[in-house]
C-alpha cells in the first residue's frame, strides 16, 4: 500500500509551479511567490482558507468555489510520475506484489491526481478517503485497500510520509511500514510512531521492502508470493 501526495508524486515543486503561474496570471508581484508558499502550509491549510488569504493579498476578484475549482484542477493535473516511481512500481509488481494507493482527500481531488500521474493503469486498487467514509490513520481505510486488491493485510507493507496517518495507522492493522521523510516536511507527530524502515523517496523504500522481504529482482529467481507471510500461494 502506498499514500499519494509527497510519497509517491512530490507536491511542493507542483505547488510552487501553480502560485508562479497564478501570480503572473494575475498580475501579481512575482515576489510574492514565497509568501504565497508559506500560506499554503504545505498543502495541509483548508483551501478555502488559503485560497481566501491568496485572494485578498492580490485582489483577485472571483468567486471562492470559481477560485477553489481551478486551483484543484490545475494543481491536480500537474500531477506526474518520475521515471524512477514509475519502475519502482513496475519492479514491485514484477516480484508479485499488489499495490493499492491509500490516499486522504476529496474524491473529485484525489482522483484528478491519479488520472494525470498516469497511476491508475500501475496499481491494483485505490482507495481515498471521502468514498470510503473514513480517512487514515483508520483502520478500515487500509482493510478496505487490502479488500480491493484481493488480499489480506498479512505481511503488508504500507509506504509513506505522514508518521501519523501512514505509519501508525498501518502499523495499527499489522501491517510493516516505510517512512518516506521528506525534507520539506514541517508536521509535527503525535502518534509516536516507529517506522520499520526509513528511507527519502518512493523507489529507495521500493527497493527497501525488496530486500528486506528477500525478493530483489537481482538474482533471476521466481517471485514470490504476492503478500509475504500469507497463505496465499503465488499467482
Ligand atoms: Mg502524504
Same mark, same amino acid.
Given at each position: 500500500?502506498?499514500?499519494?501526495?509527497?510519497?509517491?508524486?512530490?507536491?511542493?515543486?507542483?505547488?510552487?509551479? &501553480?502560485?508562479?503561474?497564478?501570480?503572473?496570471?494575475? +498580475?501579481?508581484?512575482?515576489?510574492?511567490?514565497? &509568501?504565497?508558499?508559506?500560506?499554503?502550509?504545505?498543502?495541509?491549510?483548508?483551501?478555502?482558507?488559503?485560497?481566501?488569504?491568496?485572494?485578498?493579498?492580490?485582489?483577485?476578484?472571483?468567486?471562492?468555489?470559481?477560485?477553489?475549482?481551478?486551483?484543484?484542477?490545475?494543481?491536480?493535473?500537474?500531477?506526474?510520475?518520475?521515471?524512477?516511481?514509475?519502475?519502482?512500481?513496475?519492479?514491485?509488481?514484477?516480484? +508479485?506484489?499488489?499495490?493499492?494507493?491509500?490516499?486522504?482527500?476529496?474524491?473529485? $481531488?484525489?482522483?484528478?491526481?491519479?488520472?494525470?500521474? @498516469?497511476?491508475?493503469?500501475?496499481?491494483?486498487?485505490?482507495?481515498?478517503?471521502?468514498?470510503?467514509?473514513?480517512?487514515?490513520?483508520?483502520?478500515? #481505510?487500509?482493510?478496505?485497500?487490502? @479488500?480491493?486488491?484481493?488480499?489480506?493485510?498479512?505481511?503488508? &507493507?504500507?509506504?509513506?510520509?505522514?508518521?501519523?496517518?501512514? #505509519?501508525?495507522?498501518?502499523?495499527?492493522? @499489522?501491517?510493516?511500514?516505510?517512512?518516506?521523510?521528506?525534507?520539506?516536511?514541517?508536521?509535527?507527530?503525535?502518534?509516536?510512531?516507529?517506522?520499520?524502515?526509513?528511507?527519502?523517496?518512493?523507489?529507495?523504500?521500493?527497493?527497501? $521492502?525488496?530486500?528486506?522481504?528477500?525478493?530483489?529482482?537481482?538474482?533471476?529467481?521466481?517471485?514470490?508470493?504476492? &503478500?509475504?507471510?500469507?497463505?496465499?500461494?503465488?499467482?
Amino acid at each position: 500500500m502506498s499514500d499519494l501526495d509527497d510519497t509517491l508524486v512530490e507536491r511542493p515543486p507542483l505547488f510552487r509551479a &501553480w502560485a508562479e503561474r497564478f501570480l503572473a496570471s494575475v +498580475g501579481a508581484p512575482a515576489d510574492l511567490l514565497d &509568501w504565497v508558499v508559506e500560506q499554503d502550509h504545505g498543502g495541509h491549510r483548508p483551501r478555502r482558507e488559503f485560497l481566501a488569504a491568496l485572494a485578498a493579498r492580490t485582489g483577485y476578484d472571483v468567486p471562492p468555489d470559481v477560485f477553489l475549482d481551478s486551483h484543484n484542477d490545475a494543481l491536480s493535473g500537474s500531477y506526474r510520475l518520475t521515471e524512477e516511481t514509475r519502475a519502482a512500481l513496475k519492479e514491485a509488481r514484477a516480484a +508479485g506484489w499488489s499495490v493499492a494507493v491509500v490516499t486522504n482527500g476529496p474524491t473529485s $481531488v484525489q482522483t484528478a491526481k491519479i488520472e494525470a500521474s @498516469g497511476l491508475a493503469e500501475l496499481v491494483d486498487a485505490v482507495c481515498i478517503s471521502e468514498e470510503v467514509g473514513v480517512a487514515k490513520p483508520d483502520p478500515l #481505510i487500509f482493510r478496505t485497500a487490502a @479488500g480491493r486488491a484481493g488480499e489480506s493485510l498479512d505481511g503488508a &507493507w504500507m509506504l509513506g510520509d505522514n508518521l501519523d496517518a501512514d #505509519i501508525a495507522g498501518a502499523q495499527g492493522v @499489522g501491517a510493516r511500514a516505510v517512512w518516506v521523510r521528506r525534507d520539506y516536511d514541517r508536521l509535527g507527530y503525535t502518534s509516536g510512531a516507529e517506522p520499520d524502515l526509513v528511507v527519502t523517496s518512493f523507489a529507495e523504500a521500493v527497493r527497501a $521492502v525488496l530486500d528486506t522481504t528477500g525478493q530483489r529482482a537481482t538474482s533471476g529467481s521466481c517471485p514470490g508470493p504476492a &503478500w509475504p507471510g500469507t497463505s496465499r500461494p503465488p499467482a
